[in-house]
């Protein structure tokens, strides 16, 4: 990587080297560190979430990850961990179409239960947010499956295959599928997640190959591997 590549360009590459959304956390936790550029001419301008925007995206991630015996994710920043991924890496209309969807989310919860989601008590909140996330789980998986077949036949035909750039599907993940998929990423990123949750050794011992998960050490997941 060349030494006059900006770190937006570094984060961007790598985001797109490595296939997007679970890319982007993991690269922004090692450059985390970085100074923050200034903005150069013509650089879209930072996200920033409104109040009640930043309000609907803390508690979905406390929903998602809650405390318990360990930090969850508003102990660890994970709110602004996704608007710091969304301002450095992705596109304005990424941007855009994720404050579009979280709009519509808020909307979907007044038309059904006559209130804005934040006003909602903790367990229709939960529950509402279940329904929502379960029908982005089914209509990604329809897709997916829909984008295989498609991939299949055109194997199995005799035309040239078109040359391919996305791993994925085009269109990104839905709102809710593209918070959790952050959230996921910036808490385990994060010194409580990879340490308390996960196991961490700095110095790794022998290698065990091939072992279940609770013969593992404490029988927790490696943070590293």
């Keep these: 990587m060349g030494a006059t590549m900006n770190r937006r360009e570094a984060l961007r590459r ?9 890319s982007v956390p993991s690269i922004l ?11 150069a001419s013509g650089t879209p301008a ?10 609907i995206v803390e508690r979905i991630v406390d ?8 930090p969850g994710a508003l102990d660890v ?27 519509e989310f808020d909307a979907a919860a007044r038309q059904e239960h006559g209130k804005p989601f934040l006003e909602l008590e903790p367990p229709v909140q939960q529950a509402f947010l279940q329904r929502i996330h379960d029908a982005a789980i089914e209509d990604e998986t329809a897709r997916s499956a829909r984008y295989r077949d498609q991939l299949a036949r055109e ?5 040239p295959l078109e040359q391919r750039t996305q791993i994925r599907p085009s269109g990104g ?10 959230a996921l990423h910036g808490f385990f990123v994060s010194e ?12 790794p011992g022998a290698y065990h190959g091939c072992l279940p998960v609770n013969e593992a050490g404490n029988g927790k997941r490696w943070a590293t591997s």
């Design 14 to 22: 790598g985001a797109l080297l490595l296939g997007g959304m679970a």
């Design 173 to 182: 993940r839905p709102f809710v599928l593209a918070t959790k998929q952050l």
């Design 77 to 103: 920043g994970v709110p602004a961990f996704i608007a710091t991924a969304l301002e450095e890496v992705y596109s304005q209309d990424v941007r855009d179409r994720y404050l579009e969807e979280l709009h």
């Design 46 to 55: 930072p996200l920033r979430f409104g109040e009640s925007e930043q309000a």
């Design 29 to 39: 936790g090692v450059l985390g560190g970085c100074s923050r550029e200034p903005a």
């Design 192 to 203: 409580p997640g990879a340490t308390q949750v996960l196991q961490y050794l700095p110095i």
């Design 155 to 159: 194997i199995r035909g005799d035309a």
């Design 63 to 70: 929903i998602m990850i809650p405390r318990t015996d360990t």
